[in-house]
C-alpha cells in the first residue's frame, strides 16, 4: 500500500493524516447529529485552529532542529499582555494607531522571549527541555505582573476585527476570488513543476495521481469558502441583508504565515540549515553553518508566532487576561507530531503541522459539542499525544530497517 | 618553495591531556603526507585543529607562507583546506546535491536556492568520480557507503581545494570503492594538490604517500620518507615510538626550528 502510494507520488504520511482526518468528521458528523458539519461550526473550528496552527508552524521548525519549546502557552499570556497593556494603559485603545504600535510591541516582546531562551539553548549548551521549562514558569509569571494579575479591557474595536468576530472576515466576494486565486496557483505550481522535472529528465509521478492531487486540494479549498460563506455573518446591522460571512481574518494570517514559512523551509539557505542541522548537528557544524545562530533564530521565530496567537487570542476575548494559552503547548506540540514531525530531527512539514493543528481542534471542538466534560478532554488529547509519538517511532523504525 | 600547509609547534590540550604536543610537519603541493598512529596518538585531533573545529592553545598554521587561525570550520574552508571527516559529515535526510552545498549553496538573483543549478552541478562532479551514480533525489540515508563516500569527497573538491585532509577515506569501502578514492588521490596529485591521508591500512599509506608522519602520545615520532623506510621500520616507529634506525632519516622534528 505504502509502495503503492509513493509511486504514485503521494507522501503517505501526509496522505493517511488526511484520510485519517475525514474519518474523524465523518465520525465526529454522526456523533452529533450532524452539528459538527453545520457552516457556523465549522467557522469556528478553522477561528480555533489557527491560534494552534501558528504555533505549530514555529513547533515544526524547532522539532525539525531537535529542539522544543514548552513555553508557548505562557509566551501567549506575556505578549498577550503587553499588547493589552500598551493599548488600555499606554496609548489608549481608541488612539489612532495604538493597535498596530501594541501588535509591535507584542513582536518584539514575543522575540525577546525567544531570544532569551535561544541563547540559553543555543550559546551556553543547556538542553531547550530544560530551558523552556523555566520558561513556561517565569513568563506565565511575568505575564502576571505586567498589570498586577488584572484583567485590561476593552481593546480597540480596528483590534477586535483581527479575532474573527464582529466584522472580522472579508464577505464572499473576496472570500470566493481569493479560493479561485489558490486554486490557479495549486494547479500552475503542478504544472510548472512537471515541466521542469521533465525538463531534467527527472522521475516523474503518473498522470493520473498527479490530477487527483491537484483536485482534491481545489475541492478542499473551494468547499472551506463555500461552507464560510454559507454561514450568515450575525454582526450585520439592521435592516441590512445579511451576507455570508467568508473566510475569517485570523484564517487569513495563518494562510499568510503558513506561505511565508514553507517558501523559507524549503527555498531559502536558512530553511535548508535548518533541516541539515536536525538531520545531523555535527555534519551542520563541520560544513561551517552558524549552528548558534540558527538555532537562536528558531526560538525568536517561535516568540513571534506565539505573539501573532496571543495577537488573535486577545482580540477575540477583546481583552488581555493572563492566564490565556493555558495547555497551548501540549496542543501545539500534539498537533505538530501528528503532522508528521519527528523528535529524531530533520522531519516535518507546515502543511503537515496546520491539518495536525486542525485535526486535534477538531476533536476538541466535536467534543465539546458531544458535552464530554474538559477534564475527559484533556485525558483523550493526551492519548492523542502519545498515539502520535508511538507512530512515527514505529514509521521512523520501519524507514531505517 | 613555500610548503602549503606548515605546522610548527602546534599543541591542543584538554583539561590535563596533552592531545596534540609541540608537533610540526610540513605539505607541499602535489604531495600526500600520511598521518599515522594509534588511536590517540593525536592524529584526528591534530585535523580537526587543521580543519577549524578546534582552536589551537600553541603554535602556528602557515598556509602558503601566511599565518592562519582559525575560529571555525567556515575559515579553515576559506583558507583553501577541504577535510573529509571519517564520519564523512553528511546530512542523513537530505539528498547529495544539498549536501555537496551545504553551507555554500547557489542562490538565485532572489537569494533563493538554485535547486536546478545544484543537482546540474553535483552531477557533474559526482558522475566524474563515479560514473554510475545517478540519482541526486535519493537522501544520503538511502546511500550505499561507496556512494556516500563519493558525496563528500565531491563536496571537497567542487570548491577547487588547494589543500585535502583524509580520514580514514576507505574504512567502511569495498575493494572497488577503494581503487576509486586511490584513483581519487592520484589524480588531485597530479592536479597540485596536497593530501593529509589518515589511514592505518600500511598498504595504503605505501601506495598512495609519499612521506609519512608518525605521531604517538600527541607527539611527532618522526617524518620519513616512504621510498627510505620499509613497513616494518613504520610499524616499529608507531608502535615504539623510536625514531627510525633506517637510512636517510633527516627530516626529523626539528627541520623548522
Known sequence: MRAWLEKAGFDPRFTSLVLALALIWVALALATDGIFLTPRNLYNLSIQTCVTALMACGMVYLIVARQIDLSVGSQMAFTGMVIAW??????????????????????????????????????????????????YLMFRGAAFLVADGQTLAPLSTTFQRIGGGVHGSIGPQWSW??????????????????????????????????????????????????????????????????????????????????????????????????????????????????????????????????????????????????????????????ATVIGGASFAGGVGTIPGAIVGALLIQSLDNGMVLMDVSSAKRQIFIGLILIGAVWMDNVYTRRMTR | MTALVEVRGLSKHFGGLMAVDRVHCTLHAGEVVGLLGHNGAGKSTLIKVLSGVYPADEGEILVRGEQKTFESPSEAREAGIETIHQTLALAENLDAPSNLFLGRELLTPWRTLDTDRMEHEALQVISRLNPNFRDMKKPVRDMSGGQRQTVA?????????????????????????????????????????????????????????????????????????????????????????????????????????
Open chain 1, 86 to 135: 500598551v493599548q488600555v494603559e499606554g496609548l489608549g485603545a481608541e488612539t489612532p494607531f495604538a493597535w498596530i504600535a501594541s501588535i509591535g510591541a507584542g513582536l518584539v516582546a514575543g522575540m525577546l522571549l525567544g531570544a532569551f531562551q535561544g541563547w540559553w539553548t543555543a550559546y551556553r549548551g543547556l538542553p531547550a527541555f530544560v530551558v523552556t521549562l523555566a520558561g
Open chain 1, 177 to 334: 476570488l481569493l479560493g479561485l486565486l489558490a486554486c490557479a496557483w495549486v494547479i500552475s505550481q503542478a504544472v510548472y513543476a512537471r515541466r521542469s522535472r521533465r525538463r531534467y529528465n527527472a522521475a516523474m509521478a503518473p498522470m493520473w495521481a498527479e490530477v487527483v492531487k491537484t483536485l482534491v486540494t481545489c475541492a478542499a479549498l473551494l468547499g472551506f469558502v463555500a461552507v464560510v460563506c454559507a454561514y450568515p455573518d450575525p454582526g450585520v446591522d439592521e435592516g441590512v441583508a445579511a451576507t455570508g460571512k467568508g473566510i475569517g481574518v485570523p484564517v487569513l494570517i495563518l494562510i499568510a504565515v503558513a506561505a511565508v514559512l514553507t517558501i523559507v523551509s524549503q527555498r531559502t539557505r536558512f530553511g535548508r540549515h535548518v533541516f541539515a542541522y536536525g538531520g545531523n548537528p555535527e555534519a551542520a557544524f563541520l560544513s561551517g553553518l552558524p549552528t548558534k545562530r540558527v538555532v537562536l533564530t528558531l526560538f525568536m521565530l517561535m516568540g513571534a508566532l506565539a505573539a501573532i496567537a496571543a495577537v488573535i487570542t486577545t482580540s477575540r476575548l477583546n481583552s488581555g487576561t493572563h492566564s490565556i494559552g493555558q495547555m497551548a503547548e501540549l496542543y501545539v506540540i500534539a
Open chain 2, 153 to 257: 569527497i565531491a563536496r571537497a573538491l567542487y570548491f577547487n581545494a588547494k589543500i585535502l585532509i583524509m580520514d580514514e577515506p576507505c574504512a567502511a569501502l569495498g575493494p572497488a570503492e577503494v581503487r576509486m578514492v586511490q584513483e581519487t588521490i592520484r589524480r588531485l596529485k597530479a592536479e597540485g594538490i596536497g593530501i593529509f591521508l589518515i589511514s592505518h591500512d600500511m598498504g595504503d599509506v605505501f601506495e598512495a604517500c609519499d612521506r609519512v608522519t608518525v605521531m604517538k602520545n600527541g607527539a611527532v615520532v618522526d617524518t620519513v620518507r616512504v621510498a627510505d623506510v620499509t613497513q616494518d621500520d613504520v610499524l616499529a616507529m608507531i608502535i615504539l615510538g623510536e625514531k627510525s634506525k633506517a637510512r636517510g632519516t633527516q627530516m626529523n622534528t626539528d627541520e623548522h626550528r
